[in-house]
């Protein structure tokens, strides 16, 4: 004879960002929540009646709802909102909120390198016609709050992507250059070529992914001779705004879902 | 004086399942797709100009929207499909159009066992009060195209899930049973429990996860008599309906968008 | 005042394979054990006296040495022996023992497929100098548990690998192949492709993974008309036997340590 | 008729670390090696012939070899030392050698906090038993040179682990800590608690992962009131001594092994 023992349902892996609006600059936040209830939900397992059942999807979209109102810096007071949210709920007997806060690291007024991702690469082919030297920079993850544009793009029967005049921009830089010659403290030209990279992310205005890659490759050409080649590799990090007026509210423009997959995908070849 | 080189753009990690409906049994393709783009962007990157940067968005909207009439077994058809869909747009030179298809094994008429994350777990504990001898499955991943449902469940101001009669539903099960005394032939109970947790997944039909799992475990307990308590977590890997209907297109049940996060959290434990 | 409540300590992630040698076929079990300790350790953490704390390399040692006499296919006796081993240490009250297993497909006598990482891709490039069509799998695990040798090779001072005779062979295909006409059937070419890789893979004896992997590809142009060019990567997955004479064991030949990084990493293409 | 196209061999994934001795402080450095040859092995791939071979194994041992003399910060210099070293073999046409180097941020004289897997983590419980405030950080990784030492330990017939009166410590911190009483600014509890665990760390001898671990926890009861009880998780990331005497080298204590698998598993309370 099987009985029913402890039980609980929620909703795991809801990412959020938020984007706190200054008068000089911007915070950012980056969170995963995760919500775990459990109540009188014995008829759902025993006999599929899902009447005490808040549906997971619910769940997540209150996390957004919430966020917009309540989420600042303090995420143990953040957690406490959205708990007693649930708890307030018919049948709800408990409710844990859990947070985990991506960290990332302040540039500027509006820019933020997060992750650790972050590693100098080298590579050396010697022997044959492929022979070179590069070096380069990969998982060098930048976001920005504002500085960046999408308009003017071509529409067709499946575009339903709005214009943006400012949005996030956020991406994963891989950049690869090769050496005609040899620098003399290659380290030191490395550190010149990354704070190139960031400051252009950073400082320059973009109407595309493109442009700032662009940009950013230019960069490194102009000014270091050594570099005669640049690759860029920048995938789009989405971070999408969440549609709140469907729930009522008015959408401030500061909370956002970021997505892994799918991506933008954005190369270039910058060469001298 | 920098020039722009080779480039290209596009959306990577493109994810979609299709239903193919048949009179006796359906069949499912689980695919992840890439599309790659040449064309003459140089004004995108050196003046940010996008009239012709095909948004990527687009793109991934375009392998939903073909996918209903185009998709069938044969891949590289499919591709080609694609790749001739954009090669006609304005100012576009190439498509490069990837797709890795993963394989999923047939299980009666509307069942699958896919990815290979399946794992036979044990875990004895000896000294002390918690001692016992558990056995288990982590990462069994199953799907059926029918035979569950999610209706009647409570609603808010923030719900907009739809009540579904009839819905895909797939979980990676995570299952760990203790037993009061060890059976004879452990690989052999193992394969038993195995097959019971498959059964009452493919077999029964179900009014929610928390009621499939209820189904699963009560199956284990009545059927083998030295497990005394089984421990399920079933993740909800949602497919979600992909909306055709903003591009005019008729809907026909058979297109979703697989999201790996966030992902229903469902676990629950039965007791003899 | 701080005062010392729960604590354990153990290994983790212990990766352990072992070759059951029958007379007409090998079964092979491919596990990743943890171990985890509770005792007498207080003054380990507050005076730094390890009097009684088991080194962790020796648990993981523990582990190989009882796999060559103990492991089976009953999972849960094994965790039991270990236990029992580690419970009649001084100052030890309580051992537990987690066990996961990898499930491997049997093919033939000593060949099996593993994982479930296997992907049936496809890429359609048109427009420009690269078009084409390529198909292909990746993630195809499979190993045999003899068949392969590496003898030979040339030695200089930083050489210490033996020369093997007979050796376990393990890798995750690759392969790509351009299709220079589109078959007629392109799933019931891929399922042709895939069974040619796989009975190469099986049935020959290679002196390397370069020799296997030529004999594959050569399969596949030798095969199917259609084939003009084959792109073949196999990471050789070691598997390094495990040395038990320190311990004053015979070693067996059945134990062994798989590891994953470094890895050996062969590519080749065999063309028409 | 097949014949051989381009190929190459090689190893991948070879993790290597170095500590860089110095008066007042240690630099330290942390990379993944890929090496790749490409030759005249075509005897190999057509008849088993592996007399231009140069095993992959012996790949890894030379890095590890000429890391001792030639790793400095210059990691295209290093990488090209390695070129140069495979080039002077017979039969070999071409090497590609690529580095990755995993940053660390220097904390002091002897320590480092790596990677970017760094979160602040809350969890909040309302409603029920286990109700409860809870903040923590997971995955902040730090490793210092020197002031960590592992002797004294109880020794069997499995045990092969010299003692070490100094060795590197590295470990992925994951500190909970429950508030009887929330703190008036969690963020500045949360910054405080955080510098608390970096200090003991960096600052204080241990005699084991589980002595470093008792002085992070105790730190956090000694110096916030409202926290009543901390659990840690501190894996032991090991760095292996690279055995260079069986190549002739004298080991100077520099060149180390990082191993991902498998590891330490340390876990401790402590309570006020």
């Not at 991702?117 to 080298?122: C, L, T």
């Not at 250059?177 to 403290?185: E, F, L, T």
């Amino acid at each position: 004879m099987a009985r029913l023992g402890e039980n609980r349902w929620g909703k795991s892996a809801v990412r959020i960002s938020k984007v706190h609006r200054g008068a000089d600059q911007d915070d950012f936040t980056d969170l995963e929540v995760q919500i775990l209830l459990r109540g009188d939900v014995a008829p759902a397992h025993l006999d599929g009646d899902n009447g005490a059942v808040i549906p997971t999807d619910t769940m997540r979209n209150t996390v957004y709802a919430l966020a917009q109102e309540h989420l600042g810096h303090d995420l143990e007071s953040f957690a406490a909102s959205l708990c007693d949210h649930f708890l307030a709920k018919d049948r709800i007997d408990s409710a844990t909120v859990s947070i985990a806060e991506q960290r990332w690291q302040r540039v500027g007024s509006h820019g933020f390198i997060g992750g650790g991702s972050e590693r100098r690469v080298a590579r050396v082919t010697a022997g044959g016609a492929d022979s070179g030297i590069w070096a380069g920079v990969e998982g060098l993850v930048v976001l920005k709050t504002t500085g960046s544009a999408f308009v003017g793009f071509p529409k067709d029967e499946y575009t339903v992507l709005p214009e943006a005049e400012d949005r996030i921009l956020a991406t994963s830089v891989t950049a690869t250059w090769r050496y005609s010659a040899v620098p003399a403290d290659t380290s030191a030209t490395w550190e010149e070529a990354r704070a190139l990279l960031l400051e252009r992310f950073f400082d320059d205005w973009s109407a595309s992914v493109q442009h700032q890659g662009w940009m950013m490759g230019q960069a490194l050409i102009d000014a270091i001779p050594e570099i005669d080649q640049v690759e860029l590799r920048l995938p789009n990090q989405h971070h999408i705004p969440f549609d709140l007026a469907r729930f009522g509210l008015e959408y401030q423009g500061t909370v956002f879902q970021p997505v892994a997959e799918p991506y933008g995908d954005i190369a270039l070849t910058v060469i001298r």
